[in-house]
């Protein structure tokens, strides 16, 4: 009789533990699900102080274009750094990123400054109506150390920390897993490690494998 009792009482408890487990499941399919997204244009400005690492302004630009079009940004993101002599490597500089990047149409702004937008869109060089288009995205996981079209190296610490302090709060990017952590002035052998969760554009039907709606 105790192990019938026992048994019945194993079979009840797994039944209710599974029952439990289905609305966790059925979320995780929906947290991964494609969702309506559109463009968000902004401009994001800051100082790049580099205590270990300088660079000249082209390799940064380029660089920091390369990290914000595998995040989801649009194509025509531009990354401007200014203060370099001659561009020449430098410690100090001021970045100005023009972008537009994916959000969820329900923390898309309700509206938008006309004229800041269109100086913005002129940047860009992307029409309005391209822009004001819904498209189907999804959140990605994406670990930057590991993209090797990046090229991240170990002294690329505080570009990476800059990246994370000054322009992911600004886009639609949760950090995951964050061993970004540099020591001013001591160049350490291990690439910073940053994993995020972005959310980014699904390719159009007749657009090839990996590119993203533009």
């Not at 100090?92 to 990123?97: D, L, Q, R, S």
């Not at 991240?152 to 990017?173: A, F, I, N, T």
């Amino acid at each position: 009789m105790r192990v019938a009792a026992s048994g019945s009482k194993a079979s009840l408890i797994a039944a209710v533990c599974g029952g439990l487990l289905l609305p966790l499941a059925s979320r995780a399919a929906e947290d991964s699900a494609p969702v309506q997204a559109t463009w968000k244009t902004q401009e994001i400005r800051y100082n790049y102080t580099g205590f270990t690492t300088a660079y000249d302004c082209d390799a940064f630009e380029s660089k920091l274009e390369r990290i914000l079009r595998a995040l989801g940004a649009h194509e025509q993101t531009r990354v401007l750094a200014q203060g370099c002599f001659a561009n020449r490597p430098t410690r100090n500089f001021f970045v100005t990123i023009t972008t537009a990047s994916p959000v969820t149409l329900a923390d898309a702004p309700k509206t938008e400054a006309n004229t800041s937008r269109e100086k913005l869109l002129k940047r860009l060089g992307v029409a309005s109506a391209r822009l004001d288009e819904t498209f189907p995205a999804e959140w990605k996981t994406i670990q930057l150390s590991r993209d090797r079209k990046l090229d991240l190296e170990p002294g690329d610490c505080e570009l990476m920390q800059g990246l994370r302090d000054h322009v992911l709060p600004k886009l639609s990017v949760k950090i995951v897993t964050d061993r970004v952590s540099c020591i001013p002035r001591q160049l350490t052998t291990q690439t910073p490690e940053l994993t995020v969760s972005a959310l980014v554009a699904l390719p159009k039907p007749d657009a090839p494998a990996g590119k993203p709606q533009s």
